[in-house]
């Protein structure tokens, strides 16, 4: 379900993001083809460990759900690759890391990130409304005018950066299927899409046909069954998500539901 890489060269930091993910060219052996991947590791990332998995959690989710994300790998480094990089507190921070992090495969040029106040194109409004409802179900709020994560050629729409999601212990919490519980997430234009939806026409339709029929529990246990072990051996996190995900296939309707009444 994710792919494994092996990461070959470094090119440079990304500017952005609290958890500055790093390119790098990496090499999947199996094919013997190269790619670049944007890669984040557990030493760099604010959360540790846990972004990776929330991440990778995510990143299957969504590609199981046809919405428009990079591919993700999972990137794996050595010693004679760290000792290679020239930026002292970049390798330091990668000896304190995990051997494998978590990568989104770089898009083809041309892709820029979303604008605050962009329309999005006749084609793409569908698309749209999937990924509201995609981020109201695992309750991610970082997709914002202030910070997008997403991308746009002009044509296409990716998403990416979902290391937020699945906080659920937090004061006042309630779960996506409950009425009001989006008005925060989704509402008060929080959301980078939300003033191009709001009053639009687009079906919810497919997008709840998906999660009753490909996310059973088998799939969302092979999901676990993907992550290093490395990753998982200390940490609860990918249990307590992806129980909340069997929450949220069985109430599917119900979070539905609430992103009509948002966007409506």
Same mark, same amino acid.
């Given at each position: ?130 990924? @509201? ?9 970082? %997709?914002?005018? #202030? =910070?997008?994560?997403?991308?746009? *050629? $002009? ?76 990753? @998982? ?9 992806? %129980?909340?995900? #069997? =929450?949220?296939?069985?109430?599917? *309707? $119900? ?10």
């Amino acid at each position: 379900m994710l792919k494994s890489v092996t990461a070959t060269n470094f090119y440079h930091e990304t500017i952005n993001g609290r958890n500055k993910p790093v390119l790098l060219s990496v090499l999947d052996v199996n094919t013997n083809e190269h790619s670049e991947v944007y890669t984040k590791f557990s030493a760099i990332a604010e959360n540790g460990v846990n972004a990776l998995i929330t991440e990778a959690i995510a990143a299957m989710l969504a590609k199981d759900l046809e919405l428009p994300i990079p591919e993700p790998v999972l990137v794996e480094i050595d010693t004679q690759f760290i000792e290679n990089i020239q930026i002292a507190e970049l390798a330091f921070k990668l000896k304190e890391s995990l051997s494998i992090g978590f990568g989104s495969t770089k898009l083809p040029s041309g892709f820029r990130t979303w604008k605050h106040g962009e329309e999005i194109d006749s084609r793409n409004i569908q698309v749209a409304a999937d990924v @509201v409802s995609f981020d109201a179900a695992i309750q991610n709020p970082d %997709r914002t005018p #202030k =910070n997008p994560n997403s991308l746009t *050629d $002009g044509n296409d729409i990716a998403i990416f950066d979902h290391d937020l999601a699945f906080i659920t212990d937090v004061l006042f919490w309630k779960p996506p299927w409950e009425i009001n519980s989006l008005n925060d997430l989704i509402n008060n234009r929080k959301h980078i899409f939300f003033n191009s939806l709001k009053g639009s026409t687009f079906s919810y339709l497919n997008y709840g046909k998906l999660w009753k029929s490909k996310i059973t529990d088998d799939r969302l246990n092979q999901y676990g069954e993907a992550l290093p072990l490395e990753w @998982v051996k200390n940490t609860n996190k990918s249990h307590e998500i992806l %129980r909340y995900l #069997k =929450n949220v296939r069985d109430n599917i *309707d $119900g979070v539905l539901n609430e992103v009509k009444r948002v966007l409506t």
